[in-house]
């Protein structure tokens, strides 16, 4: 059994499953709680294997500290779970090695010998780390350009591309998503005529699948390159989009990439030649461990026999670059307490920075701390902090989520989903948040006066963005953090009525990809905070309203397709056609004939309808199997325990 474990999919505990074994797909988050649901429910030593790839993310902020806590609860609770961790990008081997009592197998194979290079005005350096100097001349750059070319591309980015494209595949990796667009645009303008005629029908197929995924649309931007084999990549698209950008590249209808530095983790889309437009991302210099990534994708085994990189420098980042790995190697010297406190701890000792968090905790209401007469402490976790570890809710937004919760059922709007949308907005998203107030006042007025008369009751009233609007001048020391989150209440808002993510970007003059990512990352909040409530009781009336609402956000489409969007291949537009079509169930699509199927659906061939319909029955295997297994598990209670235990097991 395969079960992913993302956004708002997965179960705490997973299911047990007597005859078969699970490979649980995670996030860093969901692994986190899954790993303490397993704990908590005594089954961590059925966790036979842990894998974790790309382990350098434990020096990667927030994230890393989950990962490592994550495998310290293994490492503690169980001595029977293998854990094997893959990078291709560590610094402190030997500090991992000691953290997780590992043995280190290291290869330095390449199945396609990579070249590295620096250009630095209209010289091309060659990189050789292991010579003192590390940057050795290799050619000039041989490129005519007109002065007008010089002005729009100083950096030759033209010359380094067009070096390569067509007959070869190209990434520019720039620091800006803005960038990525821009540079795609730019090399458009002097391709020569015959990038157009190069598999021309593909690439109409690319634009009119572009256009459906967008509801009729089609970003100006692409429309404009991708007849050149041209396009960007970055968060700014939706996920459908990215797909059909990747799947063009990968067949080579495209054969440049103007992209972010997302692309290089996680993605398999190599390239002949890569290009860093700068040794920045965004305005942060740029780590070891992410110009790895980037340069790693040059290189496709089995079509080049070489890869090459360049990093274009300005003359004021070569200092830079020249101290820069050894600056990488001492931070990266410095990701795990336990390995390294020496080093770390040089003013605090660990006993007091525990201490200290310690204090943390039970200032947040998190924990108990009861001093014993032999002069140590026992701690206990609150209501609030087992609520907190069940919902996998970032400790600094526990108080403030429970704290709204609590207000939020005195007067709870239940005509209408915008006071539970503003309730899970993810509280990490606000400081994204730069409203357009006439915006803001045009779709509040639009608002029913219940709607309004609520929003004004967690301190956004219509008189305030009224004046913004206005331009006036407002009064110091209002809270902007209900303001800014009632703003994307109302994008969220919006998008289940209209569930059309185009129209309501457009709406609200925000990307398409922000919009995106803010409704999944508010259906994986909504999933916690369901979680979070369901250990408090005072917050019971939220259990059933959240799972409602967790479904509609993961799809964000009418209730009644819903089932339908759990098959794989199934978009809203085809959903809308399975339904109209009278196929509303998931026992419809799996009992369906696929040469039916296809015949009735317009544009749907014979293998997507066999893979729709196979899907279909794995869905309905997979729910009647978990289902068996509840019922074998409540079959096989031991007989001695108390009746009423067992209803209670039962309910």
């Not at 593909?202 to 009729?216: M, P, T, Y």
């Not at 830079?320 to 336990?338: H, R, Y």
């Amino acid at each position: 059994m395969v079960e992913e474990y993302a956004g708002s999919k997965g179960r705490f505990p997973p299911v047990k499953r007597r005859n078969n074994r699970s490979v649980f797909v995670a996030t860093i988050e969901k692994a986190h709680s899954l790993v303490n649901s397993l704990i908590e429910s005594g089954r961590i030593h059925d966790l036979g294997l842990v894998v974790v790839d790309e382990l350098h993310m434990l020096g990667d902020g927030s994230r890393g500290a989950v990962i490592e806590m994550t495998l310290a609860k293994v490492l503690y609770m169980s001595k029977s779970t293998q854990i094997i961790g893959m990078s291709a990008t560590l610094g402190n081997i030997r500090d991992l090695q000691t953290f997780l009592k590992a043995d280190n197998y290291t290869n330095n194979f390449r199945p396609v010998q990579l070249k590295e290079y620096v250009k630095l005005n209209d010289t091309i350096y060659e990189v050789d780390p292991k010579e003192e100097e590390c940057f050795r001349f290799s050619r000039p750059l041989n490129f005519k350009y007109s002065s007008s070319m010089q002005k729009m591309d100083p950096d030759h980015i033209i010359a380094l591309v067009t070096e390569v494209i067509p007959t070869h595949s190209c990434l520019v990796f720039c620091p800006t998503k803005k960038n990525c667009e821009n540079v795609a645009a730019m090399i458009c303008k002097y391709l020569k005529e015959e990038f157009l005629r190069l598999r021309e029908a593909e690439k109409g197929v690319l634009l009119r699948a572009l256009r459906d995924s967008g509801n009729g649309s089609v970003c100006p931007v692409l429309r404009r390159t991708v007849p050149y084999g041209l396009a960007y990549h970055h968060s700014g698209l939706t996920s459908e989009e990215r797909k059909l950008v990747e799947e063009a590249y990968s067949s080579g209808v495209l054969c440049l990439l103007a992209c972010t530095s997302t692309l290089a983790a996680g993605i398999n889309l190599p390239a002949r030649r890569v290009i860093l437009r700068s040794p920045y991302v965004a305005t942060d210099f740029l780590k070891r461990s992410q110009y790895k990534q980037m340069v790693g994708r040059a290189g496709r085994a089995g079509i080049d026999s070489v890869g090459e990189s360049i990093l274009i420098l300005q003359d004021k980042d070569t200092k830079m670059i020249t101290t820069s790995l050894e600056q990488m190697k001492d931070f990266l010297c410095g990701t795990l307490l336990f390995v390294q406190q020496k080093q770390l701890c040089v003013e605090t000792s660990l006993t007091e920075t525990v201490q200290r968090l310690v204090g943390l905790l039970e200032d947040k209401h998190l924990i108990t701390v009861t001093a014993e007469s032999h002069g140590g402490q026992t701690l206990q976790v609150t209501k609030l902090g087992r609520a907190t570890y069940k919902g996998s809710v970032d400790l600094s937004y526990s108080e403030v989520l429970y704290r709204d919760l609590s207000k939020g059922l005195e007067g709870l709007l239940l005509n209408s989903f915008l006071h539970l949308v503003y309730l899970v907005t993810p509280y990490d998203m606000i400081a994204q948040c730069k409203p357009d107030w006439m915006l803001f006042f045009r779709q509040f007025t639009l608002l029913s006066a219940t709607e309004q008369k609520m929003s004004a009751a967690v301190g956004v009233p219509e008189s305030f963005i009224a004046r913004k609007a206005a331009g006036q001048t407002v009064r110091k020391g209002v809270n902007m953090e209900p303001v800014r989150r009632m703003y994307l209440a109302l994008v969220l808002f919006s998008l289940l009525k209209d569930t059309n993510l185009w129209s309501v970007a457009e709406r609200f003059q925000l990307s398409r990809g922000f919009v995106q990512s803010l409704l999944s990352s508010s259906s994986a909040f909504c999933s916690c905070v369901l979680h979070f409530t369901q250990e408090l009781e005072e917050l019971w009336p939220f259990k059933a309203l959240l799972t409602e609402l967790t479904r509609r956000l993961s799809y964000c489409v009418k209730a009644e397709l819903i089932p339908l969007m759990e098959v794989a291949g199934v978009m809203e537009s085809r959903a809308k056609q399975l339904y109209n079509a009278g196929y509303k169930t998931l026992s419809h699509l799996a009992n369906a004939d696929p040469a039916v199927l296809s015949s009735t659906i317009e544009n749907l061939f014979k293998k997507q309808a066999n893979q729709i319909v196979a899907s279909a029955k794995m869905l309905l295997n997979e729910k009647a199997a978990a289902l068996q297994e509840e019922v074998d598990e409540l079959l096989t209670m031991p007989s001695d325990l108390p009746s009423a235990a067992k209803t209670q097991q039962h309910v």
